[in-house]
């Protein structure tokens, strides 16, 4: 049995039938941990009680108490969630000593499904960026070349899967968190309608917009680890009652008559054109499966990056206003008065890209400017989700690319924030508009890097995304390549 | 929008941030080009349309106002900075 080439069900069942036991499980993850943690630098913290967590797990999985097919599999979880006892620094300075008194409700629900909990995985700090390069803690690498970023913010998430660190993990998407670095790394990643899965515990970006979800080898594993963490729960005011993932359903999804919609907008400028043949061909794939394909216009995207960076840094502004030096978190060691304690702890214990989207964010809130920037990104969110109301009116599906490029060289664009933020135009409005989105990988470019394609379905509608992914995940073997870099794979 | 030095020291405030001396050129043109960016907005007509805050229709979540322990002093004190009889400790703020 070669356990570098399982996915986190496949484990889970071998687990389930005494083949491996949850124990020799957790020391072959924290084997690869050892092997590649130097190189790739996915996890920023692994936890000393793994063996002794997959012990527990074992007997539990032997006296009937866990059933879940994911029971004994080990997995990582990204650094903005609280776990109980465990460092949770979200990449930052200001969190760098943080240690949550509880757990977060996602952390509690894949816990009592008998999760083996390796680590805390590295992200962009405060989950701002998508190249895992502003994380305090130095940026990760992207398996598959390690002069290239991973993307973010989810970046130890979708590398550490990448590499065969862990089975799955837990990542966050609050403008593409999750589906960029997935796409960026070749693995699947989902992130689901608003809402389904409580934030209760998850380290506040953007209130509106954060959505916790899972990365994986495939979409298979993606409906198993999503159908234990949405649920709804009483401590999240957002959280909303959903019908769940259909684990049976997935599995036995034929696209046979599906519409599936392309947005012609999203085959613009800046569009790589490998990336976009990958995707051409991946669409060509999902119709010789029996699939409608359809192009149609949908001009609004232009608007997407405008509105998505106003919202976003306002909510930041005012959610990263809790860091006051005091309650929890750094704290500077000389100041004058408490104005000065305030200043100095935010100052000392944020990274750039925080700082900039602070004070954009007092920017767009503040006295003069509030109706015009504010206010119309919020219109303009209105008008986003009005269009893809109306699309689902008529497809089942909307495809496209993740991002309009592969991964990027290390440092190309960390001094450039704005092209930054413009390689996020595919995957921020679905946060706007709240809608569940996965990436999946569907080709590689000229140098060897993955490309993700983009399936966007409706409110609720994870169980059809996920099914249309296991779908073509059963013609093609895109998601089954491992990195050259890796030994022994 | 330009955005001058003074606005800067503005947000600074705003946020409670100091920009280190030698990013504040940097960061003062990043500012501007990104907003130079963001305003393309302006363009979109969104005469009559409603601001929207959330996509899904969200009601309040009532529950029942049952008594349940609190979150031990100890617990909330654990990761404060500095701590003084089972207080936050900051420094004096009135005279």
Redesign the interface.
Known sequence: MNLADMTALELGAAIKKGEISAVEAAKFSLGQIDKYNSRFSCFVTVQDDVLQRAEEVQQKITSGEYTSPLAGVPMGIKDNMCQKGIQTSCGSRMLG??????SATAVEEIMKAGAVPLGKLNMDEFAMGSTSETSYFGATKNPWNVNCVPGGSSGGSAAAVAAGECFYALGSDTGGSIRQPASFCGVTGIKP???SVSRFGLVAYAS?LDQIGPLARNAADCAAVLGEIMKQD?KD????ATKGVALDAVLHTDVKGMKIGIPTDFFGEGLDKEVAASIEAAAKQLESMGATVEKFDMPIV??A???Y??IASAEA?SNL?RY????????ADD?????D????S??EG?G?EV??R??????VL?SGYYD??Y?????????I?GAFDKAFEKYDLILGPVAPTTALKIGENLSD??KM?LGDIYTVMIN????PAASVPCGFDGKGMPVGMHLIGN?FDETKILGAAHAYQQVTDWHKRTPTELENR | MVITDE??T???A???????EE?RAK?QS??Q???Q??????E?D?EG????????P?T??M?EDEVQPS?PTE??L?????QKDNY?L????FE
């Open positions: 000593n943080f240690k949550p008194t509880y309608t608003y809402g509106s009483k005011n957002t959280s909303v232009k608007y990056i405008p509105a960076y106003i502004s206003s006051d030096g005091i309650k929890y978190g750094y704290r100041f004058e008065d408490l104005l304690l305030y200043t100095k935010r100052s944020f750039m700082k900039r602070i004070m954009l964010g007092c920017f503040s015009a920037y206010r119309k990104a919020l219109q303009a969110k209105a008008l989700k924030p704005l933020y706007l508009a709240g809608l409110y | 606005l800067v503005y947000l600074e705003l946020g409670r941030i100091k920009l280190p990013s960061a990043d500012l080009e990104i907003l960016y963001i305003d393309t907005l302006s979109l969104t349309i409603e601001p929207m805050s959330h996509a899904l969200l309040n979540v529950r979150i617990d909330v654990k990761n404060a900075p500095a936050f900051v420094p004096r703020s």
